[in-house]
């Protein structure tokens, strides 16, 4: 079986906000495939991050697709908003979604990638009704809201028993993982069946970061 694409995502939450025009314009240059963004709204997580004006300030100098991750709580209040501020991609947790169906197809109408975000104690079988409206399934390999964590090891499990799942299935579904990820890690992490990779302190406090995103791309070639 050919080996599937790797898609890197930086996140923006580990970058320099002193120098995001900067720090942006690597992204832009590199071979990263989308730019990651962390909403925390001081409720769902023990953290705020930044919201709205942020993503729209960001859209305005980014060429990547803005992957944005909602860790907050009632994100259907929000879709809309993102949508306009210039989200691709917009991810809710499970946790937060009572009526996740119903958010997801929120998402789908509003023209964006669905993505449902899992914390380290869900369970994929939580999944198995509601994986078919997922374009992407983040699953956090730390405890959500804040940067610079260290990766949990049984997301490994996690990864095999969810890609099991969307193959079973026939499914697309991007397998994305986000926390602690680094070059130590990477490769056992997509020969679990992963596919997106997300790297904030791994990539902006690189000395390189633009090698590190190249390294990090093509580290199972």
């Known amino acids: 079986m050919a080996r599937k694409d790797t898609y890197i995502a930086p996140s923006l939450l580990a970058s ?15 071979e990263a495939d989308w730019i990651h963004l962390d909403v925390m709204d001081g409720r769902f997580v023990p953290n705020i991050s930044f919201g709205l004006p942020v993503i729209d300030a960001v859209r305005r100098v980014s060429n990547k697709p803005m992957d944005v991750h909602l860790m907050i709580e009632e994100p259907g209040k929000y ?5 306009e501020a210039g989200a691709n991609h917009l991810t809710v947790h ?3 979604c009572p009526n996740l169906h119903r958010n997801l197809q ?13 914390n380290p104690h869900t369970p994929i079988a939580d999944l198995v009704e509601i994986i078919q409206d997922a374009d992407i399934v ?3 390999s730390v405890n959500p809201g804040f940067g610079g964590q260290s990766f949990i090891p049984h997301t490994l499990h996690k990864i095999k028993t ?38 904030g302190s791994e990539i902006f406090k690189a000395e ?3 090698e590190k995103i190249h390294h990090l791309k093509h580290i199972l070639d």
């Not at 929120?106 to 899992?118: E, N, P, S």
């Not at 986000?178 to 997106?196: Q, R, T, Y």
Request: net charge negative; proline share 1%; aromatic share 4%.
């Open 138 to 140: 983040n699953l956090m």
């Open 16 to 30: 320099d906000f002193l120098k995001t025009g900067a720090e942006i314009d690597m992204v832009n240059k590199s």
């Open 79 to 83: 879709a809309k908003d993102f949508k």
């Open 106 to 118: 929120q998402i789908r109408d509003l023209g964006m990638k669905t993505g449902i975000a899992v």
């Open 208 to 210: 390189n970061p633009f």
């Open 94 to 96: 499970i946790e937060a």
């Open 162 to 199: 969810l890609r099991q799942l969307i193959d079973s299935r026939g499914l697309h579904t991007l397998i994305e993982i986000d926390g602690g990820v680094n070059s130590e890690n990477a490769v056992e992490i997509l020969l679990a069946g992963a596919d997106v990779l997300v790297a």
